[in-house]
């Protein structure tokens, strides 16, 4: 119980919620279309659709000012390529915020005239530019645990014992590749924050893709994308040892 009380007293959890309720409902209506619901019943999934959307707006006002702040903290980092990664994703996410606030006012009658597709538009870029970013910085990250893992654990023969062993490029190549992807599991495996950070932004982009027209699929794609990494985002407010540090 005290759990849940720490969790329902943070605005981001209830974000959270209200996203892995919203992107459920698209999930739901996708399924139940293809299935032959009620025209009727579909309508209502719908609604609740639209007012979880409109409810997580309500609670992302002002998350502009902390992404400003969390930009400015990542400018004193000493790595140059996590300083910039970092610092780009949290302006882009400062922006998105910033049209998602306006979309907001739009929709409740505070500004009638603003231009609910233009804005949405706007703020689905400066989405989709953050989660490049996060994703560049989750490679980098990887790369580095590799390559210390590499350096730290394998002895320096043990490769060059097994190319001698190979008879062309392609078995050499093949091998290479095995050795990679088995560093790759082990790095990710003991490293659960890194791997819940990546699987979360990968289901994440493909929402900006579909909502700009870069990349098509569906909306029950794009609603278990959704709930996915809303989930795992649950699960690093509740652990916050799972939420990658800077």
């Known amino acids: 119980m005290e759990a849940w009380v720490r969790f329902s007293a943070q605005s981001a959890a209830k974000e959270r919620v209200f996203r892995a309720a919203q992107y459920a409902c698209t999930l739901l209506g996708y399924t139940m279309q293809k ?3 009620s025209a009727e019943l579909l309508a209502r999934i719908k609604q609740l659709e639209a ?11 002002g998350n502009s000012a ?3 702040e969390a930009a400015k903290r990542a400018i004193h980092l000493s790595d140059m390529v996590l300083r ?3 610092t780009v994703a949290h302006l882009n996410r400062a922006m998105y915020f910033a049209c998602d606030n306006i979309l907001w006012a ?11 597709e233009k ?7 400066y989405y989709l530019f953050a989660l490049i970013m996060n994703l560049s910085r989750d490679a980098y990250e990887i790369r580095l645990l590799m390559e210390r893992e590499a350096s730290g654990k394998r002895p320096k023969g043990t490769e060059n ?6 008879d062309n490029g392609l078995q050499h190549l093949a091998l290479r590749l095995r050795i990679q992807l088995r560093l790759l599991g082990h790095v990710l495996r003991s490293n659960p924050p890194l791997l819940l950070d990546l699987v979360k932004n990968a289901c994440d982009i493909f929402i900006p893709l579909d909502k700009l027209g870069l990349y098509k699929t569906s909306p029950g794609f794009v609603g278990l994308c959704g709930l996915t990494s809303s989930i795992l985002s649950i699960l690093t407010i509740v652990h916050p040892w799972l939420k990658l540090k800077p």
Do not use: Y
């Open 106 to 116: 739009g929709k409740t009658g505070l500004v009638p005239h603003a231009d609910q």
């Open 35 to 37: 299935n032959g619901a």
């Open 84 to 86: 910039f990664c970092i």
């Open 66 to 68: 902390e992404a400003l």
């Open 161 to 166: 014992g097994h190319q001698a062993q190979v």
């Open 51 to 61: 007012h979880m959307s409109l409810g997580r707006k309500l609670f992302r006002l």
């Open 119 to 125: 804005w949405s538009q706007r703020s689905f870029r």
